[in-house]
């Protein structure tokens, strides 16, 4: 399903980093597309949000997981493992958006089912870029599965 603007897109980036947080928060608020980015600081508390457990007990369900690999209490990839096996959570697409290029990050990630994996970029204006190409292709490009009504 493309998204029009009729509603925000909701976004979760799970980030460790403020600095990566604020550089995250700023591209998305220059982009062309009305999203909402909720953030949360490692993997526990990632899938409390996607849970709606506590404080997240009336968050939305994410359109799209931004999800750094290394992090504190839960790392990444026992984020993403949990996620694609839950049946409730498992169609929201993840994209890794880490710091990391090592080979067997990038194989691991695969073979848990990320949608796709991507090397955070340093500089700002790259950062920019690839959050505009991710909103295109998520958004405009890709039809997404509706969301379950319950």
Known sequence: ???DNAR??????????????????????EAKLKCHLHTVNDGVEAMAFLK????????PTPDLILLDLNMP????????AEIKENPELRR??????TSSDAEQDIVKSYDLHTNAYIQKPVDFEDLKNVVRALEDFWFTIVRLPPKETS
């Open 8 to 29: 925000p897109v909701n976004v979760l980036l799970v980030e460790d980093n403020p600095a990566d947080v604020d550089l995250t928060r700023i591209s998305f608020a």
């Open 92 to 97: 929201i697409p993840v994209i890794v958006l």
């Open 73 to 80: 209490r839960k790392d990444g990839r026992e984020v993403l």
């Open 52 to 59: 709606k457990l506590d404080e997240w007990a009336d968050a």
């Open 1 to 3: 399903m493309s998204l």
